[in-house]
């Protein structure tokens, strides 16, 4: 028979002991609605979402694997894929069951969450929620992609000529005097750099965005008075340098509106990271431009 708990007695990655009458709590929905709005998300970024109310990081480690005995979270098999997995935090996804339990409490959304490959999908998540629970702590307002498009019912996709452009996410941040819009990009170093057939490669995405900034295509698109910046992640501090080196010669003026920070831990041998508040708090790089930070309206 197989072992359903380690020599301890603890719920393993592969099973864990089926709970009845789980109920939800608010903290519960406040992570099922971060999973909704963002990706899937490590135990880590799960409890600094809900620091504010509850600070006991075991309780909250607990009450996550009761949620996943509940059936109301599961455990994507992609993160065994990693070095060292079982000694990595958790990373969580909504199951069915939780999507129903947020539409039976009229709490669903139809949120702009990733899909691609998994690992870059998961980068894009941590980016998102970063700033997110990094804006709140701040008293700033984060605005999800599907609110802001919800107004034209407009599509994120922006056709340009034959092709489209599609950013790997899509917010806004409501300084509460001023708002600002930004496109994200994230860069496991997986792409071409100077294809310009290639549809994510470093020229046809700089490209793409030149002319997206330069004509204000996103205005009409997606109804926006404030300008559109473009955040872009990479997991690769060359990789950076070599694009922030293609922005200066070809992105003209739309060069003050890209802007780049690198993250660790996704390059190789990714893992789940601790809260990237540097995306939020630290300075973006902009080319031939001086750097500047989204925690500032």
């Known amino acids: 028979m197989k072992r359903e ?21 608010s903290r519960d929905l406040r992570w099922l609605k971060h999973i909704e709005r963002h990706g899937p998300q490590s135990s880590s970024y799960l409890y600094e979402s809900s620091k504010d109310t509850h600070r006991c ?8 694997q009761k949620l996943r005995a509940g059936g109301y979270l599961m455990l994507p098999a992609q993160q065994r894929n990693t070095a060292h997995a079982d000694f990595n935090a958790y990373i969580y996804d909504l199951t069915q069951k939780g999507r129903d339990a947020l539409a039976d409490l009229n709490l669903s959304e139809p949120t702009i969450r990733p899909h691609g490959h998994w690992v870059h999908d998961f980068m894009t998540a941590c980016a998102t929620a970063s700033i997110d629970v990094a804006a709140r702590h701040s008293g700033i307002e984060y605005i999800p992609g599907h609110k802001i498009l919800a107004p034209q019912a407009a599509s994120l996709a922006i ?7 599609i950013p790997d996410q899509f917010f806004a941040l409501n300084y509460g005097s001023s708002f600002r819009v930004f496109a994200l990009e994230v860069d496991r170093g997986s792409e071409p750099k100077t294809s310009n057939a290639a549809r994510k490669s470093y020229a046809s995405s700089i490209q793409l965005y030149h002319t997206l900034i330069e004509r204000q295509l996103y205005r009409s698109q997606y109804g926006l008075k404030a300008n559109l910046l473009v955040l872009w992640v990479f997991s690769s501090k060359a990789n950076e ?7 200066a010669n070809h992105a003209g003026s739309a060069a003050a509106n890209i ?8 390059q190789d041998s990714w893992r789940a990271p ?5 995306l939020f708090e630290g300075k973006w790089r902009r080319a031939k431009h001086t750097p500047v930070q989204i925690s500032k309206g």
Do not use: C, N, Y
């Open 274 to 278: 601790e809260l990237w508040s540097h």
């Open 159 to 165: 056709p340009i000529g034959k092709r489209k452009l």
């Open 57 to 64: 990081r075991d309780t909250a480690l607990r009450q996550m």
């Open 5 to 25: 708990t380690d020599s301890l007695g603890r719920a393993t990655f592969a099973h864990i002991a089926t709970r009845t009458g789980v109920r939800l709590t």
């Open 259 to 266: 802007m780049t920070q690198s993250v660790e831990g996704f």
């Open 241 to 247: 340098e070599r694009f922030l080196e293609m922005v």
